[in-house]
C-alpha cells in the first residue's frame, strides 16, 4: 500500500517536472519568436532608414542637377562684337590682348624677313649668293623653332599660356634689337637664333589661347578674325615699318645701314611693350587647365600623349596643313621680298632704301588682300565643312603659286595678281589649319598639340628655305613651283580625309553620292571629347556614396 502511494508520488513529480520543462521551452520559444520579431523590425528599421539615406541622396542629386541647369541658363551667352562667342571665364580684355598677340606676333615675323635684303648688302652679299644666304637664315631659324617649340607648348601645360606668350614676345625684342648689329655673318645667324626662339613660343601659344577662350561652334569665326589681327600685322610690318627708313634717310643725313638699324630699335620696343601687355592683361591661368590636373602629370607623359593625338586623320590634316601654311608664309615674306628687291636694286641704279620701300609696296599690298580674306576664311570655316574649306583654299593657292613661277618681271600685273592671291592662300590656310587644330586637340593637351602643329609649320618652312633658297639662285620661280606643287598635294590629301572621315549615309538614306556632295556645304564637325575624363566627372555626389 505504502508503495503503491509512493509510485504515485513519483509519477506525479514526473509529470509536475515534464510540465516544467514543456513551460520552459515553451517560454523558451516565446523568447525566440519575440527576439526574431525584433531583429525582423530592426532589419526593418535599418532597410527605412537605408532608404530613405539613399532618397535623400537622390534629392541631393537631383537638386544639384538642377541648380547646375538653372545656373547654366541663368548666364547669359557672351559675344565680341555680335561675331562670335566667348568663354564664360574669359574677359573682354583677355581676349583683345589675343588677338594683340597675333597681330605682333606676325607683324615680327614677317618684319625681319622682309627687312633681310637690306642687311645682307650691307654685309657685302652679292646678288646670286643672297637666295642661299635667305634660305640658310630662315632654315637656322626654323630648327631652333622645331626645337623650342614642342618645349614651349608643354611648358604652357604646366604653367599656362600668359608666361609663356609673354617670355616669347620679350625674346622677341631681345633679337630684333641686336640683329642689325651683326658684323659677320656668323653673328647674323646667332642672333637669329634668339629670335627663334621667341618666335616658338608666340607661334605655339596662338591655337592654345584660341582653343582656350572660344567656343567649339565659333572658333572658325575666331580664327577669321585672328587671321585679320595677324593680316594687320603683316600689312604694318610691309607698308609701314619698311617706309621708315626712306623717310629716315630722305630726312636726314644718316646712312642706309644707320636707317635701318633704327626702325630695327623701334620695332624691338614695340615687342617688349607686347610681351608687358600680354603678362597682364592675358587670362592668369585657364580653368581648364586646372580641372585636368596636367600639375600631377610629367613632362614626358604629357610630350606622349600630344604625339598619339596625331593618330587622328583630322589632325594629321591640320599638322600638314600647318606645314603649308608656314611654307606659304616664308614665300610670301623671304622669296617673294627678295625677287623684288633684287629686280628694283637692278634698274634703280643701286638704291637700296627704294628698292626695299618698292618690296614692301607690292608685298604690303598682298598682305591687305589677306587680311580682308582672312574674314572670308573664318566664314567658311564655320559655314562649310572645314576639311573642303581647307582643300579649296589649298586650291586657291596652287594657282597663284604658279602665276609667279612662271613671271619673268616682278613688276608685272601678272606678278601682282599672284602675289594677292597667295596671300590670300596663306592667310586662309592659317584660319582653316590653326580652326582643325583647335577642334581636335584635348583640352588636357592644348598646349602640347599646338607646340606639335607649330613644329610641322616649321618643317614647311625648313623645306621652303633649304630647298628654295639654293635653287633661287639658279630660278626665282622655283620656290613659288614648288609649294604651287605642295598646294595640289594637300588638296588631294584633304579629298581622301573628307571620304574616309565625313562620309554619313545618315544624312541621305539611300542615297551616298548626294549624301557625298551635300557634306561639303554642311558643317557636321564636332569637338574632339576625352570621354574617360568626362566619365570620371559626370556625377561627383554619386562617385562619393559608392
Known sequence: MDSDIENNNNINNNNKNNNNNNNSNNNNNNNNNSNNSNNNNNNNNNNNNNNNKFENHSIIINDEKNQI???????????????????????????????????LSICFFV??????????????????????????????????????????????????????????????????????????????????????????????????????????????????????????????ASLVLMKIPNLIKQNSELSSRQSTEIVYGMTAALAIIGSIL??????????????????????????????????????????????????????????????IYQYTLSINGGDKTAALSKSGTISGIAQTCALFFALIAGFLCDRMNRIFAMVLLAMIGCVGYFMLAFSENPLT???????????????????????????????????????????????????????????????????????????????????????????KPSLVPNSPIKNFFKNFIQNNDKEFINQKQNDSLKDPLISNLS
Open 69 to 103: 541647369i538653372n545656373n547654366q541658363t541663368s548666364i547669359k551667352e557672351r559675344t565680341f562684337l555680335y561675331i562670335h562667342k566667348i568663354n564664360n571665364d574669359v574677359s573682354y580684355m583677355n581676349l583683345l590682348t589675343s588677338y594683340l598677340g597675333s597681330f
Open 111 to 236: 618684319f625681319i624677313n622682309v627687312a633681310q635684303p637690306d642687311i645682307l648688302s650691307s654685309l657685302g652679299i652679292s646678288d646670286d649668293q643672297q637666295g642661299r644666304i635667305s634660305g640658310n637664315l630662315s632654315f637656322c631659324n626654323e630648327i631652333v623653332i622645331v626645337v623650342a617649340s614642342y618645349t614651349w607648348g608643354i611648358i604652357s601645360d604646366k604653367i599656362g599660356r600668359r608666361g609663356v606668350y609673354s617670355a616669347g614676345m620679350f625674346i622677341i625684342g631681345i633679337g630684333l634689337a641686336i640683329y642689325p648689329f651683326a658684323n659677320t655673318i656668323v653673328c647674323l645667324y646667332i642672333f637669329r637664333m634668339v629670335f627663334a626662339v621667341g618666335a616658338a613660343s608666340c607661334s605655339s601659344m596662338l591655337s592654345a589661347v584660341l582653343a582656350d577662350y572660344i567656343p567649339f561652334s565659333d572658333r572658325g569665326k575666331a580664327s577669321g578674325l585672328l587671321g585679320f589681327a595677324a593680316g594687320g600685322g603683316a600689312v604694318l
Open 278 to 339: 600680354l603678362f597682364f592683361c592675358l587670362q592668369r591661368k585657364s580653368k581648364d587647365i586646372k580641372l585636368m590636373c596636367n600639375e600631377k602629370k610629367n613632362a614626358l607623359k604629357i610630350a606622349w600623349d600630344g604625339l598619339k593625338a596625331g593618330k587622328k586623320p583630322l589632325l594629321s590634316l591640320a599638322y600638314g596643313s600647318g606645314f603649308l601654311a608656314r611654307g606659304d608664309s616664308a614665300i610670301a615674306t623671304t622669296f617673294l621680298s627678295l625677287w
Open 413 to 503: 600685273t601678272q606678278f601682282f595678281i599672284g602675289a594677292c592671291i597667295i596671300g590670300c592662300a596663306e592667310t586662309g590656310m592659317v584660319v582653316s589649319s590653326t580652326a582643325l587644330v583647335a577642334q581636335e586637340s584635348p583640352t588636357e593637351l592644348r598646349g602640347s598639340v599646338s607646340g606639335f602643329f607649330s613644329q610641322c609649320g616649321s618643317i614647311g618652312i625648313l623645306v621652303a628655305s633649304l630647298l628654295g633658297g639654293i635653287l633661287f639662285d639658279k630660278w626665282n620661280g622655283y620656290p613659288f613651283a614648288l609649294f604651287g606643287l605642295f598646294s595640289a598635294v594637300l588638296s588631294i590629301w584633304g579629298l581622301i580625309v573628307f571620304f574616309i572621315t565625313q562620309f
